[in-house]
């Protein structure tokens, strides 16, 4: 599992400290980080999840897509960024992890506006194509199984109408994409990813160093 954040010991404490987070989010961080085996590094953080809602609130979006759900703190922020009528597709596979994001989303009184599709995630999102769902999405976080991220990004452009915009996670990889000596199959694929994308003439791209790193792409 790849480092949260490449800053500087200090630095992201700090950055996280200026975030204006509700006693809910809190909650739920806490919650998350007293998980075993350090499951809790699969959690954004909150500068992350403040920024994703800040993108879908600049943005304008109703309809939002995330591939990669974990415990709920980046559905949950961008849920509460979207108005009362907008639509959040959740898609993943872990019904236990799910179920925490569940309890919070309730609480929020955001249940309404989330539709969790449990499964393979190409699978979920081969479906809301099949429903009629191309070009009908405004925003898109992916942050699911690595290998998984080009399949994921090629459905979700899709599913995006023109200047929607597609946020992919752990793109930096613990710097580790940067290193042309490291091979295994996580990074290779992110690595490959991210020049694609970088050369990909459907969207506008860049890379941010916030977390483990961020790729924003809009669709053209």
């Given at each position: 599992?790849?480092?949260r954040s490449l800053l500087p010991e200090g630095v992201e404490?700090?950055?996280?400290?200026?975030?204006?987070?509700?006693?809910?989010?809190?909650?739920?961080?806490?919650?998350?980080?007293?998980?075993?085996?350090?499951?809790?590094?699969?959690?954004?953080?909150?500068?992350?999840?403040?920024?994703?809602?800040?993108?879908?609130?600049?943005?304008?979006?109703?309809?939002?897509?995330?591939?990669?759900?974990?415990?709920?703190?980046?559905?949950?922020?961008?849920?509460?960024?979207?108005?009362?009528?907008?639509?959040l597709v959740c898609c993943d596979v872990s019904e236990e992890?799910?179920?925490?994001?569940?309890?919070?989303?309730?609480?929020?009184?955001?249940?309404?506006?989330?539709?969790?599709?449990?499964?393979?995630?190409?699978?979920?999102?081969?479906?809301?194509?099949?429903?009629?769902?191309?070009?009908?999405?405004?925003?898109?976080?992916?942050?699911?199984?690595?290998?998984?991220?080009?399949?994921?990004?090629?459905?979700?452009?899709?599913?995006?109408?023109?200047?929607?915009?597609?946020?992919?996670?752990?793109?930096?990889?613990?710097?580790?994409?940067?290193?042309?000596?490291?091979?295994?199959?996580?990074?290779?694929?992110?690595?490959?990813?991210?020049?694609?994308?970088?050369?990909?003439?459907?969207?506008?791209?860049?890379?941010?160093?916030?977390?483990?790193?961020?790729?924003?792409?809009?669709?053209?």
């Open positions: 599992m790849a480092l404490p700090y950055i996280s400290a200026l975030v204006t987070e509700s006693d809910l989010q809190r909650r739920l961080r806490v919650e998350t980080q007293a998980l075993p085996d350090n499951q809790a590094r699969m959690q954004v953080g909150p500068d992350q999840a403040a920024l994703l809602a800040l993108f879908a609130r600049l943005i304008g979006a109703r309809r939002a897509i995330e591939v990669g759900t974990f415990t709920g703190m980046s559905s949950l922020a961008v849920a509460l960024a979207l108005p009362e009528d907008g639509r992890w799910t179920g925490i994001a569940r309890r919070y989303w309730r609480e929020a009184g955001v249940e309404g506006r989330v539709e969790l599709r449990l499964g393979p995630a190409a699978a979920s999102l081969d479906a809301l194509l099949a429903e009629g769902g191309a070009g009908r999405y405004d925003f898109a976080f992916i942050d699911a199984d690595k290998k998984g991220y080009d399949a994921y990004y090629e459905l979700c452009l899709r599913l995006l109408r023109p200047n929607g915009l597609v946020a992919l996670d752990n793109m930096l990889w613990s710097g580790k994409v940067a290193d042309a000596s490291v091979h295994d199959p996580d990074t290779d694929a992110l690595r490959a990813l991210n020049a694609k994308i970088a050369a990909d003439a459907r969207v506008e791209a860049c890379l941010l160093s916030v977390g483990d790193g961020v790729m924003l792409a809009r669709k053209r």
